[in-house]
């Protein structure tokens, strides 16, 4: 029994469906995934309260995205100089398979942990949800220029995080 605006989506359904792909979202961006329930929580009060404007977009499921990937944003700035606790950020403990596999998956997750909270929104964004840099530029409300130069030095970062790690466990 959701809301449903006039010849708009509903409201329920559009929950049931996004609520998982944002929490994904904003948990690699502020690297704690109960976080970032809360902050897509957040997300859906606001559409709520809004929905019969919001349900009438033609994609409801944008507006979502760009109000989650900002707050995660905000939220990431803001917790920047707390260290990260535990390891549930990113959705638990490791997957099962070989080791190595594994392994990369921890040492890629630590290093998005790493990158200051806009260049991990465009890793996110373009590298995981597989946008095109236009429409992460629309999202954080950037220019594309300023995607690309994040992307570039996100994967720089990145690399290097990933090369030293490699480097101590060859060199103890």
């Known amino acids: 029994m959701g809301s449903t605006g006039a010849e708009g989506a509903d409201f329920d359904e559009v929950f049931t469906a996004e609520f998982p792909r944002l929490v994904g979202i904003a948990g690699l961006i502020v690297g704690d995934r109960g976080r970032a329930r809360e902050i897509v929580q957040e997300s859906f009060?606001?559409?709520?309260?809004?929905?019969?404007?919001?349900?009438?977009y033609d994609s409801p499921q944008?507006?979502?995205?760009?109000?989650?990937?900002?707050?995660?944003?905000?939220?990431r700035d803001r917790s920047r100089r707390e260290p990260p606790v535990g390891d549930h950020a990113l959705g638990g403990g490791p997957t099962p398979g070989p080791a190595s596999a594994v392994e990369a998956?921890?040492?890629?997750?630590?290093?998005?942990?790493?990158?200051?909270?806009?260049?991990?929104?465009?890793?996110?964004?373009h590298h995981l949800e597989d946008r095109p840099i236009a429409e992460v530029a629309e999202l954080l409300g950037v220019r594309q220029g300023t995607v690309k130069t994040q992307l570039s030095r996100a994967r720089a970062r990145i690399a290097a995080l990933l090369e030293a790690d490699v480097i101590a466990e060859v060199h103890p």
């Open 45 to 56: 009060a606001r559409a709520l309260a809004r929905w019969d404007r919001v349900g009438r």
């Open 62 to 75: 944008a507006w979502l995205t760009t109000v989650t990937v900002r707050q995660a944003v905000r939220a």
């Open 105 to 125: 998956r921890l040492l890629v997750q630590q290093a998005l942990r790493e990158l200051p909270p806009q260049q991990r929104a465009v890793v996110v964004l």
